[in-house]
């Protein structure tokens, strides 16, 4: 069985761009999270979708922003990218139901 | 609101050794707790998980936690560390029916040969 799997695995944007990150869940599980590692910051709650919808958000500003489409994968977008926005996100994912979360290896977005 | 310590940032043991490692949170009621580990460039895994019930528990890889909710404590043990332990280990609570996650900061294991 196919993990939680995220792509692209690194991206390089400049300050001011927009980023995309991509993430799949497991098969069968509709609750998608994100979470941002930044260095010495730990894992910060980003979003949390289920069933299409935003269930749940961190203490994050407006631009980072995500969706989940109906085959429960899932998008972050974060707008006007700044320096302290690099960082690995992480996606994960879990039954409606369920209560642990399974997670991808991240994607490392640099900004310049 | 509720958080979640790890009050050790780094810890070094020698192969071989036990290992503790500790986590203390704060919230209204009994939360789900967790431990995850991350190899360096590597996403989190699961080593356990406890909802309710024994309050010690038995994860992967030969390592256990036990619930002490007077303390509001669950530490991560493991009687003899192995090198492949060394990793990142991170405490964290899950809200019950919102399915949000609170990490600790982490904990970063170096193993002595």
């Known amino acids: 069985e196919a993990g939680v799997t995220q792509s692209p695995t690194h991206l390089i944007k400049t300050r001011g761009q927009q980023a995309t990150l991509r993430c799949s869940p497991i098969?069968?599980?509709?609750?998608v999270y994100w979470y941002q590692q930044a260095l010495g910051l730990g894992l910060q709650f980003l979003l949390w979708?289920?069933?299409?919808?935003?269930?749940n958000r961190g203490n994050f500003p407006p631009r980072f922003s995500g969706r989940q489409f109906p085959n429960y994968s899932s998008e972050l977008n974060v707008n006007a990218l700044e320096l302290e926005d690099s960082a690995l996100y992480l996606c994960?994912?879990?039954?409606?139901?369920?209560?642990?979360?399974?997670f991808g290896q991240g994607t490392r977005l640099t900004v310049v | 609101a509720q958080s979640v310590t790890q009050p050790d940032i780094h810890i070094t043991v020698s192969e071989g050794a036990s290992l503790e490692l500790r986590c203390n949170y704060s919230?209204?009621?009994?939360?789900?707790l967790f431990w995850y580990v991350q190899s360096p460039g590597q996403g989190l895994q699961l080593l356990l998980k406890?909802?309710?019930?024994?309050?010690l528990v038995q994860g992967i890889k030969g390592f256990e936690a036990e619930f002490k909710r007077s303390q509001s404590s669950f530490n991560l043990r493991k009687p003899s560390v192995h090198w492949s332990d060394a990793a990142e280990y991170f405490c964290?609570?899950?809200?019950?029916?919102?399915?949000?996650?609170?990490f600790g900061t982490g904990t970063r294991l170096k193993v002595l040969a």
């Open positions: 098969s069968g599980h509709t609750s």
């Open positions: 979708y289920d069933e299409g919808e935003e269930r």
């Open positions: 994960a994912s879990s039954f409606r139901t369920g209560t642990e979360a399974f």
């Open positions: 406890y909802f309710s019930g024994d309050t």
């Open positions: 964290a609570v899950g809200e019950p029916g919102t399915y949000k996650y609170i």
């Open positions: 919230y209204g009621a009994t939360p789900y």
